[in-house]
């Protein structure tokens, strides 16, 4: 590949990924006016200031984040 090629390439891959987080950011900003940011959204427990630091978009606390990776891997395995 050449270094335009290569350029192009990593253009368009960041493209692609501020697409997808664009939505994940306005989701978080419609739970804050709503007051539900920063809760868990299967346990409703409050999501870590650390975590929320980390990942601002986070949706589950890390308890529930952990299983649910967890269980995607027993079943991609």
Known sequence: MTTI????AIALRIIDREQKLLPKIQKALRLLRAGDYGY????????????LIARPKSEYCAEVKAQKELKEHQFRG
């Open 40 to 51: 868990c959204k299967e346990s409703g427990e409050p999501i870590g200031i650390r975590r």
């Open 5 to 8: 090629g290569l350029q192009s």
